[in-house]
């Protein structure tokens, strides 16, 4: 059963406070309101909520504009890794998160670890398109090469 309720907080994927939402029943009841990320649809709450929601959107909006010239300055990147390779041709170890996070730091752009989409750790030699998801609307992809360590 399908309750409507007032988020009172930005919760992924439902919406940002003053969104009113459609959820189930035990969702609300045993996530959202102990949390304090929703409440009940009263007139009241709607009100005292609005004043933060217009204040919400406006930073929204600032943060979607340096995220889309962040975003430029990372597609305009080339991040080379270099990995040491066995005699069979295979890497020792892996490329993952923190290594292209300390590529992107030599080049002076410090993303949070979260903001990097990379579903497993890169094992082989080659181009690889990685997601990175700076904003909910604003998603860029560094182009991270991997070559042998010579």
Request: hydrophobic content about 45%; glycine content about 8%.
């Amino acid at each position: 059963m399908a309750v409507e309720v007032l988020l009172m907080d930005q919760v992924e994927g439902l919406g940002i406070e003053g969104d009113v939402v459609k959820v189930a029943d035990g969702y609300a009841r045993n996530f959202l309101f102990p949390k304090g990320y929703a409440t009940e649809v009263t007139e009241g709450k709607k009100r005292q909520i609005e004043k933060k929601r217009t204040e919400r959107l406006a930073q929204l909006e600032k943060e979607k504009a340096a995220a889309e010239e962040l975003v430029k300055k990372i597609e305009g990147i080339e991040c080379t890794i270099a990995a040491k390779i066995g005699e069979t041709g295979k890497m020792f170890g892996s490329v993952g998160i923190p290594q292209i996070l300390e590529k992107l730091a030599e080049q002076n752009l410090v993303i949070d670890r979260n903001k990097v989409v990379l579903p497993a750790p890169l094992h082989e030699l080659g181009v690889f398109d990685v997601a990175i998801k700076l904003h909910p609307e604003v998603t860029g992809t560094l182009k991270v090469w991997i070559v042998e360590d010579k």
